[in-house]
């Protein structure tokens, strides 16, 4: 079963199940494109990226920052060539101040039973990432977003076009 998690002023909790798996939601819902279905770490449009990122991997420091971890040094559990170059691109363009944001997938890795789930209702916008003294480089939460009710607040939806940032901006405007 796959689940989507809201989180609440007492933690988190499940609210139903998703409909679609997460490439299909940023496929179909967001509009976005994938490079390559089975390989892709990330989603595109015209100048928005949105990385699949794990919740698990997802901390609060004790200055009140929120930081979810987007790379891993060597050793790698899994080695992913593709994605992995592709997320590091990304992870610079995030740097250089381009327009992205996160849905956080739930588990722990491809092995795990909950991996299918995800957050469809609240993406995280990124604003830039830094390293820890182990080499792990965590992107840093500008604020989570709300996606609104697509087919009456966005005409774009609806369309075959591409998604832009501004775009976004709109439809997850809380």
Not at 64 to 76: A, M, Q
Not at 127 to 153: F, K, M, P, W
Request: charged share 30%; proline share 2%; glycine share 6%.
């Amino acid at each position: 079963m796959r689940f989507i998690r809201m989180l609440t002023e007492g933690g988190s909790r499940m609210v139903g199940k998703n409909r679609q798996t997460i490439n299909e939601f940023l496929l179909y819902t967001l509009k976005l494109e994938l490079t390559n279905r089975t390989r892709s770490w990330d989603a595109y449009g015209e100048d928005v990226v949105v990385l699949k990122l794990w919740e698990k991997q997802r901390e609060t420091l004790l200055d009140g920052t929120d930081r979810i971890e987007v790379w891993t040094p060597r050793p790698w559990r899994k080695f992913a060539k593709v994605a992995r170059n592709e997320r590091r691109h990304n992870i610079d363009r995030l740097n250089a101040g381009g327009a992205t944001y996160a849905v956080l997938r739930r588990g722990n890795g491809f092995g795990d039973r909950e991996a299918w789930g995800y957050e469809s209702d609240r993406p995280y916008k990124l604003n830039r990432t830094v390293v820890d003294q182990d080499g792990h480089e965590y992107a840093i939460e500008d604020r989570s977003v709300c996606v609104a009710t697509l087919s009456t607040d966005c005409a774009w939806c609806c369309s075959n076009t591409s998604v832009f940032a501004t775009h976004l901006e709109s439809l997850f405007e809380s």
